[in-house]
Every structure is written in structure tokens, then in C-alpha cells.
């Protein structure tokens, strides 16, 4: 018979594991959707694509520099999902 806790600890971790490899996923198709070496576009206001660059540059930073270890799951999520909001702005 299965450990219920042991089977919802390892659940957890594959969803998680499926979590940051989307956000993984989403972040490196931006990535590669976005010409960062073009000079400035226009946006909704002066200056907005190169504030927008910023922010992915600092996603990817973050992922590229993450930790190898999370405090909780949920500190892991908190995390990709904020790497995530950065890719989005």
C-alpha cells in the first residue's frame, strides 16, 4: 500500500517541476520573440519597449541565476511566477 503523504509530496513536485519548465518555456519564447538589440520601437508611451526589454533581461537573469534549492514549494513558485510577471510587463 502507497504512503498517501509520499504520493502527495511527489505530486507536488511534479507539478512544480511541470510549473517551471512552462514558466521556463513562456519566458525563453519571449525571449527569442523579442529583437533586444533593436533600437527603441514605439509603445503606449516613449520609451516603453526598452522598459519592457529591461524587465525580460531580468527575467531570463533570474532564471539563468535561480537557486538550486527553494526554502518550500511554494517559495519556488512565488519565485518563477515572479521571474514570470517580469516577462509579461
Same mark, same amino acid.
Given at each position: 500500500m502507497h504512503?498517501? %503523504?509520499a504520493v502527495r /509530496?511527489?505530486?507536488?513536485?511534479?507539478i512544480l517541476q511541470e510549473y517551471t519548465q512552462g514558466v521556463t518555456d513562456r519566458i525563453m519564447a519571449a525571449v527569442r520573440a523579442s529583437d533586444i538589440s533593436a533600437p527603441g520601437?514605439?509603445?503606449r508611451y516613449s520609451g516603453?519597449? %526598452?522598459r519592457a526589454l529591461r524587465y525580460l533581461r531580468q527575467a531570463l %537573469?533570474?532564471?539563468t541565476n535561480r537557486p538550486?534549492?527553494?526554502?518550500?514549494?511554494?517559495?519556488? /513558485?512565488?519565485?518563477?511566477h515572479h521571474a514570470e510577471l517580469l516577462a509579461h510587463v
Open positions: 504512503d498517501p %503523504e /509530496a511527489v505530486t507536488a513536485r511534479h520601437r514605439a509603445g516603453h519597449h %526598452e %537573469e533570474n532564471l538550486t534549492t527553494f526554502e518550500s514549494p511554494r517559495s519556488a /513558485a512565488v519565485y518563477y
